[in-house]
Nanobody, 123 residues
Framework: QVQLVESGGGLVRAGDSLRLSCAAS????????MGWFRQAPGKEREFVAG???????RFSDNVRGRFTISRDNGKNTMYLQMNSLKPEDTAVYFC?????????????????WGQGTQVTVSS
């Protein structure tokens, strides 16, 4: 089992930056592949970015080049650095953990989820 808690969300303007954190507790953090998903009102939860146990990263086309993902296994924490934010990035952002070796875009492969943090980007 692993427990996940997101933080760092907020209200920003278009073009601003924001960094989200996901703190994990429970089993060894380094043994998990981690992912960020987001869900906008009325839309399906979608994959944003992921980082595997070895550090290999994966991004959705919507955020590639603007967002970066990283992890600090010593602090049991994952980060999502979001730059050049757009109003369409507005959503609740969730972190998730999987026992796969590399990040997948499929929600079903992530059994552990945080409660989410709201990100709102105004135009």
């Amino acid at each position: 089992q692993v427990q996940l808690v997101e933080s760092g969300g907020g209200l920003v303007r278009a073009g601003d930056s924001l960094r989200l954190s996901c703190a994990a507790s429970g089993r060894t953090f380094s043994s998990y592949t981690m992912g960020w998903f987001r869900q906008a009102p009325g839309k399906e939860r979608e994959f944003v970015a992921g980082i595997g146990r070895s550090g290999i990263t994966r991004f959705s086309d919507n955020v590639r080049g603007r967002f970066t993902i990283s992890r600090d296994n010593g602090k049991n924490t994952m980060y999502l650095q979001m730059n050049s934010l757009k109003p369409e990035d507005t959503a609740v952002y969730f972190c998730a953990a999987a026992t796969t070796s590399i990040a997948s875009i499929a929600r079903s492969l992530y059994p552990y989820w945080g409660q989410g943090t709201q990100v709102t980007v105004s135009s």
